[in-house]
C-alpha cells in the first residue's frame, strides 16, 4: 500500500459531482427521508476539513482542518466564533467537544493531542508523542472523564481527560491502521475501525476484546460516495466535492468537504 507525501492528497482523491445532479441540493425522488441544508460555509479552511462536531447544546460547531486549523461556528448562521491558527504542526484529523460543552479535544498527524477550553480555543493540556504515528481518531467519554485515541500506529490508548495522562492501552489492536474509535453511549465499550476491515468492540477499562465484525455496510444508516452523502432510505445530498467528515446531533447534521465547505443540514422524517 503506497501513498503520496502530500498529505491533502492522502486524504481522498478528487472525484466529479454527478451530471445529472444539481450541487447541495437535497435529492427527493422515491424518499424515506429529506435533508435539507440549512446553512453553508464557503471556504471555511483553506484545505480539507477532515472532522466536524456538534457541542451537547446543539449551538457550536467544531472543525479541524489539513490546514491545522481548529474554528468553532455557531451552528445555526456559520459565522465565525474563534478560531486557532497553527493549532498543531501538522493535518488535524480529529476534534470532538467534551459532554459539558467546555472543552475540545483534538488529534494530529503531529503525534499529539491537545485539549483546549471550547470557548477561547486557549490550551489547557497535550501530549506530545501520544502515539508513534498520525493520530486518526479522539473522542471524550461520556462522563467526560476520559479520551479515547486510535492511531495509524494499530493502538488504541485510553487517557485521563484532565491531565492526558495514559490509563490504559491496547498494542496492535487492529492489523492495518486505525481510523476511528467512539465510546459507547454508557462509556463501558470502545468500538474501533480500521484498515483490516474490521469493527471491534473493547471493553472500555480492560481494552479487552468484547466482539469482531468484518466489515458489513449493511447496518449502517447513511453511507458517503464522492460527493454524495446517502441515507439508506434512499435521501441524498450532493456536496461539489468529497465529503471527508460527518457529525451528527439527530435530526441535524454537520458535513466537511474536501475542498473546504462547511455544510449544516437537517433530517425532515
Request: proline fraction near 4%; include cysteine; aromatic fraction near 6%.
Amino acid at each position: 500500500m503506497s501513498f503520496p507525501q502530500n498529505e491533502v492528497s492522502v486524504l481522498g482523491e478528487e472525484r466529479k459531482t454527478p451530471e445529472k445532479e444539481n450541487p447541495c441540493t437535497p435529492t427527493t425522488g422515491m424518499i424515506a427521508t429529506v435533508i435539507n441544508l440549512k446553512s453553508e460555509k464557503t471556504n471555511a479552511h483553506s484545505s480539507y476539513i477532515n472532522s466536524v462536531a456538534i457541542s451537547p447544546d446543539g449551538k457550536a460547531i467544531v472543525s479541524g482542518s489539513t490546514d491545522k486549523t481548529i474554528k468553532v461556528w455557531d451552528s445555526d448562521s456559520l459565522d465565525l466564533l474563534t478560531e486557532k491558527a497553527n493549532a498543531h504542526s501538522r493535518t488535524i484529523s480529529s476534534v470532538d467537544f467534551s459532554p459539558d460543552g467546555s472543552k475540545i479535544v483534538s488529534g494530529s498527524w503531529d503525534k499529539t493531542i491537545k485539549v483546549w477550553d471550547s470557548a477561547t480555543l486557549d490550551l489547557k493540556t497535550e501530549k506530545t508523542n501520544a502515539h508513534s504515528n498520525n493520530v486518526s481518531s479522539v473522542q471524550f467519554s461520556p462522563d467526560g472523564s476520559k479520551i479515547v485515541s486510535g492511531s495509524w500506529d494499530k493502538t488504541i490508548k485510553v487517557w485521563d481527560a484532565a491531565t492526558l495522562d495514559l490509563k490504559t492501552e491496547k498494542t496492535n489492536a487492529h492489523s492495518d491502521w486505525i481510523r476511528s474509535v467512539h465510546f459507547s453511549p454508557d462509556g463501558s465499550k470502545i468500538v474501533s475501525g480500521s484498515d483490516d476491515r474490521t469493527i471491534k468492540v473493547w471493553d472500555a477499562e480492560s481494552l479487552m476484546m468484547v466482539e469482531e465484525r468484518w466489515g458489513d455496510k449493511s447496518e449502517e444508516v447513511a453511507e458517503r460516495d464522492g460527493a454524495t452523502l446517502r441515507l439508506k432510505e434512499g435521501g441524498a445530498f450532493y456536496a461539489p466535492s468529497p465529503l471527508v467528515s460527518v457529525a451528527v446531533h439527530w435530526p441535524r447534521l454537520v458535513a466537511g468537504a474536501q475542498s473546504g465547505e462547511l455544510y449544516h443540514l437537517e433530517v425532515q422524517e
